[in-house]
């Protein structure tokens, strides 16, 4: 794993903005897996400045959502597909047929989670996966557990992961207790994953994740087994 600690959240949404620019140029039709949480905001707010100076195109991007809660509407302020809207898609030149996230709504989230998997399929391996990555290690909503899920699945929330998410709703009762998620397979299919991790409540995590070895009790050191990933993360996530 590459490691870049930067000096604050500033500078680590600079560094994976600009990595991810570098990706959106270098092909007519890139596709990027994106992720939600209040970590990679300032990473896509950049990448709306540089949407807006022209320094690069949206066009013909495909977007493929690592999660969404289950169940929710798209409409509601707290889905994942309204979150994507508010924080990239809305103010970027993008095709938002082209922007992918597991269906909510869906009445068999087991069925949606096959045809998701389909669709990641189909549009072809990511060109970059982005993740934040959860205090208990989780990636997307792959939580810590005995045995972790290859791919897009149904999954209960674990407490710790409710209680962190319940900043967002009303109360912790609000927060859905399920979400659709891309598997560890799915993820590791991307040909190139950065993580963005920032404040000391990811110390522990992003320690467990940097230690080198697959342990299932923090779903984000299986990153290991890829060859291309960039840890971003600030002082505090690295040092405590
Ligand atoms: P956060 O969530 O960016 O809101 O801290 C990260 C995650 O749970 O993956």
Redesign the pocket.
């Known amino acids: 794993m590459k490691l870049i600690v930067c000096k604050d959240y500033e500078e680590m949404s600079t560094v994976a903005a600009d990595i991810m620019a570098d990706v959106i140029t270098a092909s007519d039709a890139p596709v990027l897996g994106l992720?939600t949480?209040?970590?990679p905001v300032g990473m896509y707010k950049k990448l709306i400045e540089m949407n807006r100076a022209g320094e690069i195109d949206f066009s013909g991007v495909t977007t493929v959502n690592l999660d969404e809660y289950y169940p929710i509407a798209p409409d509601n302020d707290q889905s994942y597909r309204y979150f994507m809207n508010e924080n990239l898609f809305d103010h970027v030149n993008i095709n938002k047929a082209r922007t992918f996230v597991p269906n909510g709504m869906a009445d068999d989230p087991e069925a949606a989670c096959e045809a998701y998997e389909a669709i990641v399929a189909s549009v072809g391996a990511a060109d970059i996966q982005v993740l934040?990555?959860?205090q208990n290690g989780?990636?997307g909503f792959n939580e810590p557990a005995d045995a972790l899920e290859v791919k897009t699945h149904v999954t209960g929330l674990t407490e710790s992961t409710i209680r962190?998410n319940a900043r967002f709703f009303a109360s912790e009762a609000d927060v859905p207790t399920k979400a659709l998620t891309m598997g560890i397979g799915t993820i590791l299919g991307a040909k190139k994953i950065i993580i963005l991790a920032n404040g000391t409540s990811k110390h522990e995590a992003v320690s467990k994740m940097l230690a080198g070895k697959l342990d299932t009790s923090c779903p984000a050191s299986m990153l290991n087994l890829h060859a291309d990933v960039t840890v971003i993360c600030d002082e505090a996530a690295y040092n405590g």
């Open positions: 992720a949480g209040s970590t934040g990555i959860g989780h990636i962190a």
